[in-house]
């Protein structure tokens, strides 16, 4: 234990050291295995904006340049993980459309908790978290384009919207109680790039795009390559406080339908939504009828603090769309949940009678239950 303190007491005071003679910080990066945190290291470590990039995760990745250190996000010994760093990006978030909605909001909760603690704890001078543009909450009313310091309205429920808002006011209670360490929260559009899965981009592997009735959607996306140039420049301080994340303007319904080739349904709103939350309290779709609201409201946020800041993004609106079209190829879902090309007949079926592809999931459970 006394070499321990030893080793933390001589990484803060290299830390010291460093930070009088190069303005250039170390950051850490969360979930650096894999995913968006994996793209997010390394990037840092091509950066000439960054001294040392330290890769935390519960594996070793395949990233050169970068100091791994093994730790799982949620446990407390976090804060020996973080000692020596400057700042810390969290992107160790489960957003997978396949996980447990209780387990995900667990993970997601208790994570955050620990990096802002463990951030206390060494005096980290910065922590930047990423939720969703989601918790402005998809609405029949909103304006298009949603402020970017417009109120968070995201419904607190089970689904993963409501685990981001819980995430954005751990932010600010930590702000409240440590001001000493400065907390960003990134909240990006719809987002795509490989290996992306949310219920958001499973929506794009259904029979029909979704439409209801009297409303006309709004789609704007935020392609992975952009995030990561948007966290390089909260992690060196470029950026400060929420910062909406996206593409420039959106596409509608039609732009939508042209570019990624499918028809759509037109249903009422009631019929909808009741669909959705009956079979989502059976357990037989993933989809909370919450979450199905990003899929036919608008949520499209400006994105005003980067653009000032001089950032631009690399992906328009139909480009990411494309893309998102060539990874979902191949993929069949219905009311978010996979299904087999066979399954795949059944929720056609079910569209063309004209009741929402989540009505085809209720007919393949019918099938299912006379079968055994």
């Given at each position: ?365 019918r099938s299912r239950s006379r079968r055994t």
């Amino acid at each position: 234990m006394r070499n321990a303190r030893r080793q933390v007491r001589h990484e803060r005071s290299a830390r010291r050291e460093r930070s009088t003679a190069s303005a250039l910080p170390v950051v850490a990066v969360t979930g650096a295995a894999s995913g968006l945190g994996q793209a997010v290291a390394e990037r840092l470590a091509a950066s000439g904006r960054v001294d040392r990039v330290v890769a935390i995760d519960d594996h070793r990745g395949d990233i050169a340049g970068v100091t791994w250190r093994l730790a799982d996000v949620r446990d407390p010994t976090l804060a020996s993980r973080v000692a020596g760093v400057d700042v810390i990006v969290h992107t160790d978030m489960d957003m997978s459309a396949a996980s447990d909605p209780r387990s995900r909001r667990a993970a997601n909760i208790r994570g955050a908790q620990t990096v802002l603690t463990a951030a206390a704890a060494e005096r980290v001078g910065r922590v930047v978290l990423v939720t969703s543009a989601m918790v402005y909450g998809a609405r029949q009313d909103n304006p298009v384009p949603l402020p970017e310091d417009a109120p968070l309205l995201a419904d607190t429920d089970g689904s993963l919207a409501g685990d981001l808002l819980e995430v954005e006011e751990l932010a600010r209670r930590s702000r409240r109680v440590n001001q000493a360490t400065a907390v960003s929260v990134a909240r990006p559009a719809v987002l795509v790039g490989q290996g992306v899965d949310t219920l958001l981009t499973r929506h794009f592997e259904a029979p029909r795009l979704l439409r209801l009735r009297g409303c006309e959607p709004c789609w704007q996306f935020c392609h992975v390559s952009d995030l990561t140039s948007a966290l390089e420049l909260a992690a060196t301080g470029v950026i400060s406080g929420d910062f909406a994340v996206g593409c420039d303007g959106w596409l509608s319904a039609a732009e939508v339908a042209q570019i990624s080739g499918m028809k759509s349904l037109d249903l009422p709103a009631r019929l909808t939504f009741g669909a959705a939350e009956r079979l989502h309290r059976l357990g037989a779709t993933p989809l909370p009828a919450a979450e199905l609201r990003y899929a036919v409201y608008p949520w499209v946020a400006e994105c005003s603090a980067l653009r000032e800041a001089g950032w631009r993004p690399s992906y328009a609106n139909a480009a990411a769309l494309a893309e998102l079209m060539e990874t979902v190829e191949g993929h069949r879902a219905v009311a978010g949940r996979r299904i087999t090309r066979k399954e795949t007949a059944i929720a056609a079926a079910g569209t063309a009678a004209g009741t929402a592809a989540v009505i085809g999931t209720a007919a393949y459970l019918r099938s299912r239950s006379r079968r055994t």
